[in-house]
């Protein structure tokens, strides 16, 4: 028994660190396509942010942000009541996204120096946009490697059983 155990858990964490992997890769991408823009520049600027340490920031916390995301998809998959795989990584993102504007939007917000409501609504929405796009990425692998594995027992079992 005890070794079965062991092979589910060998089993779940490289899935875990494959989604993460997928989730992050998906929030790095987003927040770079984003901070080619004008707004993400004047807000850089209004937060003291650097380029190249932010893009570094953004990979380390999507990685983060996926794990978060991955595991309680994996691991509590069943009692999440919706039914598509990337409808069930957004909602946990959702969950995500509401506790990092709170923790992390709002005090970050107060260090601008000007206009905390505009530079609180513009890192909001940077965060809806990384954060969707790293719940969408998640939930499609998991669609794609749970259809390969539905394939792969198909496959296996005889003509004429089902």
Do not use: C
Request: hydrophobic residues 50%; positive net charge; charged residues 15%.
């Amino acid at each position: 028994m005890k070794r079965v155990k062991m092979i589910n858990k060998k089993g779940i964490l490289k899935k875990v660190l494959v989604l993460t992997l997928a989730g992050g890769m998906a929030f790095w991408l987003a927040n770079f396509a984003i901070s080619r823009t004008a707004i993400a520049a004047d807000y850089r600027a209004a937060m003291s942010i650097s380029y190249y340490s932010m893009l570094l920031e953004s990979l380390i916390g999507g990685l983060i942000i996926g794990l978060w995301v991955s595991f309680p998809l994996l691991r509590f998959y069943d009692r999440i009541p919706v039914k598509d795989p990337i409808h069930k990584s957004v909602l946990l993102s959702s969950l995500v996204l509401v506790i990092v504007t709170v923790v992390l939007g709002g005090p970050s917000s107060f260090y601008a120096t000007s206009n905390v409501l505009r530079y609180f609504i513009i890192g909001t929405v940077f965060n809806v946009i990384r954060i969707t796009a790293l719940g969408v990425a998640i939930g499609y692998v998991y669609k794609r490697q749970h259809r390969e594995v539905k394939s792969t027992v198909v496959a296996a079992s005889p003509a004429g059983l089902k």
